[in-house]
């Protein structure tokens, strides 16, 4: 027996798929199929179908957020006043010990479904405080349990040694761990979690460990991200020998490298590697400057994440406005220098703010075949936004609209592999307020353990 496709028909809205061919439907049909998108027109007729109204609505596609430590949910604002360095005292040597199985847990679901809370479909959640198999599972579970789409980055942890233990730049990424994640949680290639490697990188390993999580990573043929920046690299001269070894390519993802020279960062763009800029945290706690601007005078884009909402607000359409305000305001000053005078015209569009949050995003996974814009063949993940909400109306670019004035409250609804996980501006089939006690309750534990807040 054959069962009888699932059809959804989202009929007149204001359709921003983000499809270099299909452009902005000022009223336009979606029509859905199980999980996928199978037409976008202005007008589909469609008799055997599920028929939702768009029309006052945008409908996006489902954001990405490219970097987040979704672990720390638990501890919401507690770092919003630390530079990077108080960031690595408190956390990586304090807080991040205090954490049990059940604590990664239920911040990663709370981390999870507040992101689909803001329109985001897809989250690379980047997992380096897991000191056990178990802290592990418990975050791939949260990640099943939220229903959205993940790329679960596996990392390690990085507390102070004790006597006779090795500092945690000397310790190679487990091998083990990593194949038996791939035999269980992400053994289909289909679903809906993906496996990355969020490895020490030669900023924060000795060269011996950077070189064999480089080659791991070859050989799985999985993505290496890694944060560089922050400090004294223990490997100088590292990524010269990862270089000369052509270890770097397209399966490398760097996040924030602010202090990359202009020559390597070059040679980055060319050798295809990506990068994910968290622009808010970068300038909160002493990164230096994002590099947007400096990847796109490249003819590449960055893909964004929130990074730490220890520090900042989960809210990826903040994480594009500040992203392009912040390189909007250096080009202007730039040209003002240099001409003493106001530029002519914005360097940058609001459009390609929403390309780093959507088809950046996922070009950055190898993804952009199934997510990232609203196109036949793709998977169903979109985001329904309330254009006649006051701080909205009128809409006369909808897309200005999306990137400038839209917020969590403007979500109406959220959609991923065909399947609503919000409507009418709920999430569904979440005990939030089972969820809001336990946060609370892990989150309190730990800072208390700690003394937090010191000297207030």
Known sequence: MTLRARRILLRDGIVVTMDETLGVLRRGSVLIEDERIVAIAPDLQVDDAETVEAAGFIVIPGLINAHMHTWQTALRGAGADWTLLEYFCWVHAGLATRFRPEDIHIATLAGALNQINCGTTTLVDWCHNNPTPDHTDAAVAALQKSGIRAAFFHGSPKPDPKPGERHFSEIPHPRAEIERLLAGPFSASDGRLSLGMAILGPHYSTLEVALHDFRLSRELGLIASMHQGGG????????????????????????????????????????????????????????????????????????????????????????????????????????????????????????????WITRDGARMLGMQDRIGSLTPGKQADLVLIRAGDLDLWPVHDPISTVVMQAHPGSVDSVMIAGHWYKRSGRLLDADLSAIRISLAASGTRILEQLGWPQGR
């Not at 020998?241 to 602010?258: C, D, S, Y």
């Not at 295809?272 to 968290?278: E, K």
């Not at 500040?322 to 005078?341: E, P």
């Open 232 to 355: 004294v690299a223990k490997t100088p001269g590292g990524w010269d020998v990862l270089e000369a070894e052509r270890l770097v390519g397209p399966l490398v993802n760097i996040v924030h490298g602010n202090d990359l020279s202009d020559d390597r960062l070059a040679r980055f763009v060319a050798q295809g590697a990506s990068f994910s800029v968290t622009p808010e945290n970068e300038m909160s706690q002493g990164h230096g400057h994002p590099i947007t601007g400096r990847l796109l005078a490249l003819g590449a884009a960055p893909s964004l994440g929130v990074d730490l909402e220890s520090v900042v607000s989960g809210c990826m359409l903040n994480v594009a406005r500040t992203a392009l305000s912040h390189q909007r305001a250096l080009d202007n000053a730039a040209s003002r220098t240099a001409t003493g005078a106001i530029p002519q015209t914005s360097t940058i569009k609001v459009q390609e703010a929403l390309s």
